[in-house]
T-cell receptor, first 113, second 112 residues
Framework: ETGVTQTPRHLVMGMTNKKSLKCEQHLGHNAMYWYKQSAKKPLELMFVYNFKEQTENNSVPSRFSPECPNSSHLFLHLHTLQPEDSALYLC????????????FGPGTRLTVT | QKEVEQDPGPLSVPEGAIVSLNCTYSNSAFQYFMWYRQYSRKGPELLMYTYSSGNKEDGRFTAQVDKSSKYISLFIRDSQPSDSATYLCAMRRTSGTYKYIFGTGTRLKVLA
């Protein structure tokens, strides 16, 4: 595997379900990010991790819970989501938090029913 | 007013044309400027990044930043059908938050 991988690629969940999104980067980077991409809206930064420590949380609802066990893996735990949370969730990594080059994974297309 | 404005398109051009994609922004503190290409069902791919003002060229792509006008551009020379994608601009400050602000993207179609 190379670059940034995300699983699953597609996810359909009910509003009462609990699920997790997984991201893994094979680039030796130290910073990882979660973004939300909705139709006709700009990418919204959700969380930033630098050397496994969360450094930014952009007012994300608590029904989204990130976890970063090490610099290569990032999870997004989901529970009691709303239909408006349906979107493409993108993971990205960069060498460090301050580096301009971010490398994105293919995303998880989430549908909340 | 949005911090970053980008025309959503779609922009349709014939193969071989020079394409100009643009973003305007309102925050004069932005110093890093990036362009990403996103194909359908894929994540964004970094094409170019520049710091402060000036031009940067890479193959058929040229990125231009005009800080006095708060305007950035991406030029694609000799456009190909494989360039058909959505192009996102992004920018951020050099200090404080490392949050990247993205435009909504311009959808480009290069017709064979």
């Amino acid at each position: 595997e190379t670059g940034v991988t995300q699983t699953p690629r597609h996810l359909v969940m009910g509003m009462t379900n609990k699920k997790s999104l997984k991201c893994e980067q094979h680039l030796g980077h130290n910073a990882m990010y979660w973004y939300k991409q909705s139709a006709k809206k700009p990418l919204e930064l959700m969380f930033v991790y630098n050397f496994k420590e969360q450094t930014e949380n952009n007012s994300v609802p608590s029904r989204f819970s990130p976890e970063c066990p090490n610099s290569s893996h990032l999870f997004l735990h989901l529970h009691t989501l709303q239909p408006e949370d349906s979107a493409l969730y993108l993971c990205a990594s960069s060498p460090t938090r301050g580096t301009s080059e971010q490398y994105f994974g293919p995303g998880t297309r989430l549908t909340v029913t | 007013q949005k911090e970053v404005e980008q025309d959503p398109g779609p922009l349709s051009v014939p193969e071989g044309a020079i394409v100009s994609l643009n973003c305007t922004y309102s925050n004069s503190a932005f110093q890093y400027f990036m362009w990403y290409r996103q194909y359908s069902r894929k994540g964004p791919e970094l094409l170019m990044y520049t710091y402060s003002s000036g031009n940067k060229e890479d193959g058929r792509f040229t990125a231009q930043v005009d800080k006095s006008s708060k305007y950035i551009s991406l030029f694609i020379r000799d456009s190909q059908p494989s360039d058909s994608a959505t192009y996102l601009c992004a920018m951020r400050r050099t200090s404080g938050t490392y949050k990247y602000i993205f435009g909504t993207g311009t959808r480009l179609k290069v017709l064979a």
